[in-house]
């Protein structure tokens, strides 16, 4: 019989002042790598780019991820009633 061999997701201390790769971040996330990649080109995710790749810091990713939590989601409000309007 084979086992499940798929990695667990590790949760190592919290240091804000961290820095991940993209990997991590995204198992932060618990998104596809692309995806994260997405966030820093077109959501405005901070990362800094070294090299030809990104590190986030740890700090950063957590503010940007609450800042979502706390305030609700006007946006999708506002483009549902112009949808509805536009018809």
Do not use: C
Request: charged share 30%; net charge positive.
């Amino acid at each position: 019989m084979r086992e499940n061999n798929k990695k667990p997701i590790v949760v190592q201390p919290e240091d804000p002042d961290r820095l991940l790769n993209l990997v991590e971040a995204a198992n932060v996330l618990r998104k596809p790598v692309g995806t994260v990649r997405y966030y820093i080109h077109h959501k405005s995710l901070p990362a800094i780019k070294v090299g030809k790749g990104y590190v986030v810091k740890h700090s950063a990713l957590m503010a940007w991820v609450n800042e979502f939590q706390v305030r609700p989601n006007e946006n999708t409000a506002g483009k549902m009633r112009y949808r509805f309007a536009k018809r």
